[in-house]
């Protein structure tokens, strides 16, 4: 297995005329957090969507350089159905589909085929409980979705996303839109997982960069000025810039 | 309101006596309006109600029960052969145009005018084409068929349109979702948006069905007006609106024609109300 899971190399992203992404390489290390910093507009989302293709339904998004997961160029070299279910995706406004709790989480298993009642029923418990929320919904899964919580819709989305094993998790400011005590649980959860997944966030919470990741890119517009261990990052930046950033002298 | 409210606008009232003219032309407009739909509806219902009988229901119609139960019939099978034809072909235009097409391609503006133009035309010239077409050039006749073919183009814009609104309003979150999970066009479509869409494509249907039964130009040159139900869709058959019309026509059963006025009116009423029922879920459903 290579080193790395994910390796970005020159990557170059532009909407219509706009660059949003200027030569960006990175590296993110399996069972590892990688959380994205940066002020807003400067390419954090759109990075992380270039990890699974989501760009691709941008229309007039165009993109150079490579991504590869496990060695494997994502844009040339693999199926968008197959890289897809291997890099699951945890949106920033919790979005779970308007049906029961039970058919949310086994959207993802019938899509790639499972079809048995008995395999769904464990696939659906298994990932619930992954992500914490077990306990909350165990009674009512045929119950609708959209009656939970928001900080329950978005470990109900995780669960979603946990369903279809993937190996990586992309998640893009999973907890703004949450509570602090969502947001707690949400990272506890992430902490818990991380052995057996990889995890990119993205967020605009520092004291959660710090908390849970364990390494840091700081964006700024389009480019990574900084990438390095979370600690290392916070504690002795070695660009001016990240300096300014984290110390909220920025602009 | 409150007191304290009026008194304030009284005040303000004469401080701006143009502003109190115009609250009373609303007010009489309002009145106006409500007095009109009021009237309208109590005299059919006064009217039609103590003419309602047994023998308007009987299977078969003579000229001296001139029973409605054979229209009713034909209605129905018009309404179903009718959204049978344009309900499908709506639909998945619209989700065509929505889910498929690339943004600003000529052909779906092109459908799109045509669509939006086609929801002004008067129902006479859709009759006036289904006569030319279906019962001449394709030698049908006076039938139910062409009858429902008419009615079928008639509802096209009308369910194109709530479909496409109804697809439009499904948050692209959604998409996103089921993208991000390895899913593709073709499921996301089916399984996510169109089921999220379907109470906004349904309501959409049921005012297709008003608009049929209450349709009488566009049918009498297609379908005709055969009193007697038609054994297949070859045949000539009228629908409660064309019904009543003849009735009241002929000048001899103006009473028939009130009963049937009052099944209709009953009937339009029910689909409004289950078109509005469902337009509010959906609401609920968006929150
Ligand atoms: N679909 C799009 N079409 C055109 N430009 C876009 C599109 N999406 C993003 N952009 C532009 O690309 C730049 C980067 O956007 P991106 O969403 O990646 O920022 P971000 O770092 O995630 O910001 P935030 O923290 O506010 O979420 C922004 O200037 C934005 O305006
Ligand atoms: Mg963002």
């Given at each position: 297995?290579?080193?790395n899971?994910?390796s970005?190399?020159?990557?170059?992203?532009?909407?219509?005329e706009?660059?949003?992404?200027?030569n960006?390489?990175?590296?993110?290390?399996?069972?590892?957090?990688t959380?994205?910093i940066?002020?807003s507009?400067?390419?954090k989302?759109?990075?992380?969507?270039?990890?699974?293709?989501?760009?691709?339904?941008?229309e007039?998004?165009?993109?150079?350089?490579a991504?590869?997961?496990?060695?494997?160029?994502?844009?040339k070299d693999?199926?968008?159905t197959?890289?897809?279910?291997?890099?699951?995706?945890?949106f920033q406004?919790p979005?779970?589909?308007?049906?029961?709790?039970?058919?949310?989480?086994?959207?993802g298993?019938r899509?790639?085929g499972?079809?048995r009642?008995?395999?769904?029923?464990d696939?659906?418990?298994e990932?619930?409980?992954?992500a914490?929320i077990?306990?909350e919904?165990?009674?009512?899964?045929?119950?609708s979705?959209?009656?939970l919580?928001?900080?329950?819709?978005?470990?109900l989305?995780i669960?979603r996303?946990l369903?279809v094993?993937?190996?990586?998790?992309?998640?893009?400011?999973p907890?703004?839109?949450?509570?602090?005590?969502?947001t707690m649980?949400i990272?506890?959860?992430c902490?818990e997982?991380?052995?057996?997944?990889t995890?990119?966030?993205?967020?605009?919470?520092?004291?959660?960069?710090?908390?849970?990741?364990d390494k840091?890119a700081?964006?700024l517009?389009g480019?990574i000025?900084?990438?390095?261990?979370?600690?290392?990052l916070f504690?002795t930046?070695?660009?001016?810039?990240?300096e300014d950033?984290?110390t909220?002298?920025?602009? | 309101?409150?007191?304290?409210?009026?008194?304030?606008d009284?005040?303000?009232?004469?401080?701006?006596?143009?502003?109190?003219?115009?609250m009373?032309l609303?007010?009489i407009?309002?009145?106006l309006?409500?007095?009109?739909?009021?009237?309208?509806?109590?005299?059919?219902?006064i009217?039609?109600?103590?003419q309602?009988k047994p023998?308007l229901?009987?299977?078969?119609y003579t000229?001296?029960?001139v029973?409605?139960?054979?229209?009713i019939i034909?209605?129905?099978?018009?309404v179903?052969?009718s959204?049978?034809?344009?309900?499908?072909?709506g639909?998945?235009?619209s989700?065509?145009l929505t889910?498929?097409?690339?943004?600003?391609?000529?052909?779906?503006?092109?459908?799109?005018?045509?669509?939006?133009t086609?929801q002004?035309?008067?129902?006479?010239v859709y009759?006036?084409?289904?006569?030319?077409?279906?019962v001449?050039?394709l030698k049908?006749?006076?039938s139910l068929l062409?009858?429902?073919?008419?009615?079928s183009i008639?509802i096209?814009?009308?369910?194109?349109?709530?479909?496409?609104?109804?697809?439009?309003?499904?948050?692209?979150?959604y998409r996103e979702g089921s993208?991000?999970?390895?899913?593709?066009?073709?499921?996301?479509?089916?399984r996510i948006?169109i089921?999220?869409a379907g109470?906004?494509?349904?309501?959409?249907?049921i005012?297709a069905?008003?608009?049929i039964?209450?349709?009488?130009a566009?049918?009498?040159?297609?379908?005709?007006t055969?009193?007697?139900?038609?054994?297949?869709?070859?045949?000539?058959?009228?629908?409660?609106?064309?019904?009543?019309?003849?009735?009241?026509?002929?000048?001899?059963?103006?009473?028939?024609?009130a009963?049937?006025?009052?099944?209709?009116?009953i009937?339009?009423?029910?689909?409004?109300?289950?078109?509005?029922?469902?337009a509010?879920?959906?609401?609920k459903?968006k929150?």
């Amino acid at each position: 297995m290579p080193e790395n899971k994910i390796s970005v190399n020159g990557l170059d992203l532009y909407y219509s005329e706009f660059h949003a992404l200027k030569n960006v390489n990175i590296d993110i290390a399996p069972n590892e957090i990688t959380a994205f910093i940066g002020p807003s507009g400067c390419g954090k989302s759109t990075l992380l969507k270039s990890l699974n293709r989501m760009n691709d339904l941008v229309e007039g998004c165009r993109i150079t350089g490579a991504v590869t997961l496990d060695g494997v160029d994502i844009y040339k070299d693999m199926e968008i159905t197959y890289l897809r279910k291997n890099v699951g995706m945890v949106f920033q406004k919790p979005n779970p589909f308007p049906m029961s709790i039970y058919d949310n989480i086994a959207y993802g298993p019938r899509t790639h085929g499972i079809r048995r009642k008995s395999d769904l029923d464990d696939i659906v418990e298994e990932s619930l409980k992954k992500a914490s929320i077990w306990n909350e919904v165990s009674d009512r899964l045929k119950r609708s979705a959209l009656g939970l919580s928001g900080g329950q819709q978005q470990r109900l989305c995780i669960a979603r996303a946990l369903a279809v094993k993937p190996e990586v998790i992309l998640m893009d400011e999973p907890t703004s839109a949450l509570d602090p005590i969502s947001t707690m649980k949400i990272e506890e959860l992430c902490c818990e997982i991380k052995d057996s997944y990889t995890i990119v966030i993205v967020t605009h919470n520092m004291q959660q960069a710090t908390r849970i990741s364990d390494k840091t890119a700081f964006f700024l517009h389009g480019e990574i000025v900084e990438f390095d261990e979370t600690e290392k990052l916070f504690s002795t930046p070695s660009d001016k810039r990240t300096e300014d950033y984290i110390t909220g002298r920025f602009g | 309101m409150t007191m304290t409210g009026f008194r304030f606008d009284m005040k303000t009232y004469k401080k701006h006596p143009l502003s109190f003219l115009f609250m009373l032309l609303v007010w009489i407009a309002a009145a106006l309006t409500a007095a009109v739909f009021l009237a309208v509806v109590g005299y059919v219902l006064i009217k039609g109600i103590p003419q309602l009988k047994p023998s308007l229901f009987a299977w078969n119609y003579t000229t001296d029960n001139v029973s409605m139960m054979p229209a009713i019939i034909t209605t129905v099978e018009m309404v179903a052969i009718s959204l049978l034809i344009a309900g499908p072909l709506g639909i998945f235009c619209s989700v065509y145009l929505t889910e498929y097409a690339k943004r600003g391609n000529k052909i779906v503006k092109a459908v799109r005018l045509t669509a939006e133009t086609l929801q002004g035309i008067p129902s006479i010239v859709y009759g006036l084409f289904g006569m030319l077409c279906f019962v001449t050039s394709l030698k049908w006749g006076y039938s139910l068929l062409a009858g429902c073919f008419t009615v079928s183009i008639m509802i096209l814009p009308l369910i194109m349109r709530s479909t496409e609104e109804a697809l439009k309003s499904v948050p692209d979150s959604y998409r996103e979702g089921s993208y991000g999970l390895g899913a593709g066009k073709l499921r996301t479509v089916f399984r996510i948006v169109i089921p999220s869409a379907g109470n906004g494509i349904l309501a959409g249907i049921i005012l297709a069905i008003g608009r049929i039964i209450g349709e009488t130009a566009a049918l009498m040159y297609t379908a005709g007006t055969v009193a007697q139900l038609p054994e297949n869709v070859f045949m000539s058959g009228r629908t409660l609106s064309i019904h009543m019309y003849q009735l009241s026509r002929e000048g001899l059963h103006t009473d028939d024609a009130a009963a049937t006025a009052v099944i209709l009116l009953i009937t339009v009423f029910a689909l409004n109300g289950l078109a509005e029922y469902i337009a509010k879920k959906l609401d609920k459903n968006k929150l």
